[in-house]
């Protein structure tokens, strides 16, 4: 398999790439990645975030993209340190950004025999190979709502979120 190309590739933001219909002549796009973000809600979902006593946002302070291995690696990371310092119950984490936008790539081929396979970059469409999410600047990322007893460990936790991010994030407190 190969290997997934730098983030700096599909940072920029593009226009929205995301036909897909249920007819098939109508879609451009005829195959979508599948995403690997298994859950957008962990912790105690029986409540709901807004109801904790304490809320923060992580918020992007750049637009650009966001790949979808990116926003379940910050959300693993999170998860673990939460489950570990703070329990299974008392706190809530949502994923605020899904990955709608197709990413492509043209595939050229390098090496001995290489001339004969490649056609060129002309009027190139590309082969869908990811998902990523478009971010605005002052979106938030992830919300995460906690008991009053573990503001310093969802700050940890928002930190080593923002860690995974291709960008630069601030934690913004939202209810007190």
């Known amino acids: 398999m190969a290997k997934i190309r730098k983030a700096i590739s599909y940072r920029r933001i593009e226009r929205p790439y995301t036909r897909i219909s249920k007819f098939r002549n109508k879609n451009y796009v005829r195959v979508r990645p599948h995403s690997v973000i298994t859950r957008f809600d962990i912790g105690e979902t029986k409540k709901d975030v807004y109801q904790f006593p304490v809320i923060f946002d992580l918020i992007a302070k750049k637009s650009l993209q966001i790949r979808h291995n990116s926003i379940e690696s910050a959300r693993q990371t999170s998860n673990r340190l939460l489950e570990k310092e703070a329990g299974k119950f008392g706190w809530h984490l949502k994923i605020r950004l899904f990955p709608h936008h197709i990413l492509r790539e043209n595939p050229l081929a390098s090496g001995a025999g290489a001339d004969r396979m490649s056609t060129g970059m002309q009027r190139s469409f590309g082969k869908p190979i990811s998902t990523a999410a478009q971010v605005h600047e002052g979106q938030p ?36």
Do not use: E, H, W
Request: a positive charge.
């Open 141 to 176: 990322l992830i919300t995460l709502g906690v008991v009053k007893d573990k503001i310093d460990v969802a700050k940890k936790a928002l930190k080593c979120a923002a860690s995974k991010f291709p960008c630069a994030c601030r934690i913004a407190l939202v209810k007190n």
